[in-house]
């Protein structure tokens, strides 16, 4: 924990020192340019260089804007002979307190309305670092012009100009260094690539050459001067668009030093009566440029974040589809094996019901359907059409009771009577033998009826004759004549007259219940 913590006092210091540094360094460039050694410079990259290492390293880095600048004021003053040491160090710390001021109060203007995001990739948070510039600027020459005026370095009656240069130099600084350390110190926007570093190459040499002519003022060949500040504007509209922020404030601070080396020499379209005139107008013409082709290139890469994010989410969005083209294509096939299942049920089921069609209307003997509480026929085969010589028409009008004779209607209705005996030749499920019961209930789940096992094996003779190919009444009757079956409930075999043997058939009363249920009372004997 020790080491950590001394690892991490070491990197402050190591980062104060830097930027004590690097402050020093640029106010030095600034106060060769100073107004009438009051240090009050138009040309000061310092305030964007403080600025920048706010926003980047954070507001711990304070007491290194304030070393910078102390004793840059110190050896300015002490170099021009402005005051007594004592004043000139009372006067420097006072003026390295504003310089930090401005620098932290630009620093919390930007966090407070843009956020922790670089302000030069949207062209609002672009107007909005224009205006903190603007604002946060007032507060070191309100100090330092003040203090200056107060220690008698600067006459009062230069107040006002005195002012409007420090504030003049301290926003230039910050609108053309700021970008440029923000810009560099972040992740670049879009990848490098061998063309791209050549076509870069290419803008910053033609740049430099279209500045030094147009802040020269002359054109090759000729001696005489011309007002040729705008001909630098072209390249920097190239760099704006085809490489963003950085390039727009790469080709900005090349642009404007080329200009300030010029007007200092005394050419140019920006001369005046004074150097510091002449700087003046030049930083006003450098500002409104620069603010121009950052707010350009901030609109440049807010588009191309734009696009980024729209094809992020085109990509998403296809990959979403081919996911659920997928899903769905599944889904597809499954539906088709259950469509090719269901499809072969219903065939099975089509082949199943023509086979007992064909059970019922090939069977040779009289068969028909009757509803249990109407006695009416609702289904006939074409055995009992040619035995009883009604049509099925006429059959599906009449009852059951209309084929018996008339001695047995009443017996007939009966049949439902509580405490009825009949007869019939079959026997109880019960008495089926072998797994019937139990094979019965487990497929229908429900236990067999009293002619469960007949009509079972009665299905058997006749789903063998279709089977066997006999699908018409008579090739049904042969073949059923000529069988000797063994089924659950009895020995099936036929006489010579077509009838069933009786010495095989099971016969059993059966007793009605008040449920209207049946019940096995005995077996009858065989005559």
Same mark, same amino acid.
């Not at 991490?8 to 640029?26: M, N």
């Not at 507060?139 to 006002?160: E, N, R």
């Given at each position: ?175 053309? *260094? =700021?970008?440029?350390? %923000? /810009?560099?110190?972040? +992740?670049?926007?879009? &990848?490098?690539? $061998?063309?791209? @570093? ?90 409104? *440029? =620069?603010?121009?082709? %950052? /707010?350009?290139?901030? +609109?440049?890469?807010? &588009?191309?974040? $734009?696009?980024? @994010? ?100 009443? +017996? ?5 009577? $509580? ?109």
């Amino acid at each position: 924990m020790r080491s950590h913590l001394q690892a991490l006092r070491s990197r402050w210091v190591i980062g104060i020192l830097s930027v004590a540094l690097l402050y020093y360094f640029g106010a030095t460039l600034g106060l060769r340019l100073a107004f009438e050694k009051t240090n009050a410079s138009p040309v000061w990259p310092s305030s964007g260089i403080a600025l920048a290492a706010v926003l980047l390293l954070g507001y711990r880095i304070w007491p290194g804007i304030a070393l910078g600048a102390f004793l840059a004021n110190v050896v300015g003053f002490l170099a021009n002979q402005a005051a007594s040491a004592s004043t000139v160090l009372v006067v420097s710390a006072v003026i390295s307190i504003g310089n930090t001021l401005e620098a932290m109060a630009g620093a919390f203007l930007l966090q407070r309305w843009v956020g922790a995001g670089n302000p030069f990739y949207r062209t609002q948070d672009g107007f909005t670092f224009t205006a903190v510039a603007f604002l946060a600027c007032c507060v070191s020459p309100s100090v330092g012009t003040t203090s200056v005026s107060l220690a008698g370095i600067a006459p009062p009656a230069a107040y006002g100009a005195v002012w409007f240069t420090w504030w003049l130099g301290d926003t230039m600084g910050a609108l053309l *260094v =700021t970008p440029l350390l %923000l /810009t560099w110190g972040g +992740a670049p926007q879009t &990848r490098s690539s $061998a063309s791209r @570093r050549v076509e870069a190459g290419l803008l910053f040499v033609s740049l430099l050459v279209a500045s030094w002519v147009g802040f020269g003022g002359r054109l090759p060949g000729t001696e005489a001067q011309y007002p040729l500040a705008f001909l630098p504007i072209p390249w920097l509209v190239w760099a704006a668009f085809r490489f963003g922020p950085r390039g727009a404030a790469s080709a900005a601070i090349l642009t404007s030093a080329v200009a300030v080396w010029h007007t200092v020499h005394g050419v140019g379209p920006f001369v005046q009566s004074s150097v510091n005139e002449s700087l003046l107008l030049l930083q006003a013409f450098v500002g409104i *440029v =620069t603010v121009t082709i %950052l /707010t350009m290139a901030a +609109a440049v890469a807010e &588009r191309r974040g $734009a696009e980024a @994010r729209l094809r992020t989410a085109h990509d998403g969005l296809e990959a979403r589809v081919e996911e659920r083209t997928r899903e769905l294509v599944q889904v597809n096939e499954r539906l088709q094996g259950e469509i090719t299942e269901r499809r072969r049920a219903e065939e099975a089921l089509q082949r199943s019901e023509e086979r007992y069609r064909l059970l019922f209307e090939a069977n040779p003997y009289p068969m028909w359907v009757f509803d249990a509480e109407t006695f009416g026929f609702l289904a006939v085969n074409d055995a009992a059409i040619e035995h009883y010589g009604y049509s099925r028409d006429e059959f599906l009008a009449m009852t059951i009771l209309d084929i018996r004779p008339p001695e047995d209607a009443p +017996a007939a209705r009966v049949l439902a009577a $509580a405490g009825t005996i009949v007869s019939c030749p079959c026997s109880p499920a019960s008495k089926a033998g072998g797994t019937f019961v139990a094979d019965y209930k487990a497929k229908w789940n429900t236990d067999p009826g009293t002619y469960s096992d007949v009509a079972f094996d009665a299905a058997n003779i006749f789903l063998k004759g279709l089977d066997a190919g006999n699908t018409t009444p008579a090739k049904m009757l042969d073949f059923v004549n000529g069988i000797n079956y063994t089924g659950v409930a009895n020995t099936y075999k036929f006489t010579s007259t077509g009838e069933l043997d009786p010495q095989y058939i099971k016969v059993w009363a059966f007793k009605f219940g008040p449920d209207g249920k049946t019940t096995p009372d005995q077996e009858a004997p065989k005559s």
